[in-house]
């Protein structure tokens, strides 16, 4: 029977992608009503999100000390965000907020260090 199922799934690409959309990856189809709203939404938050490691170097006038606190200030920012996310998503606030950290403070790491290096 699963042998069958799974060949007339798989036998239309349309009901193929419909049915990993929602099950496998738990996706729905986007509604094109809400698509200037949702462009909206993630340009203002690139912009919000862009801004919080460019403010101290609006601010402090010394570049070295404008450097530690746009680190301090991103480090911070990174967690809130992923204790923000966890709430929402149900994952626990504070382990969504740590890897959030780890993971976006590596990445920001590597990019330094390859911009120094190639810089």
Known sequence: HVKAVTDAVCSDR???????MNFELG?????PRRAARSALTIALSYIVGGLIP????MIVAQLATALYISVAVTLAALFVFGYIKGHFTGAGPLRSGVQTLLVGGLAA???????????
């Open 14 to 20: 349309q009901r193929w992608v419909n049915f990993m």
């Open 27 to 31: 996706l729905e189809e986007p509604d």
């Open 54 to 57: 460019l403010s101290p170097y």
């Open 109 to 119: 790491a590597a990019a330094f260090t390859l911009a120094r290096l190639f810089g």
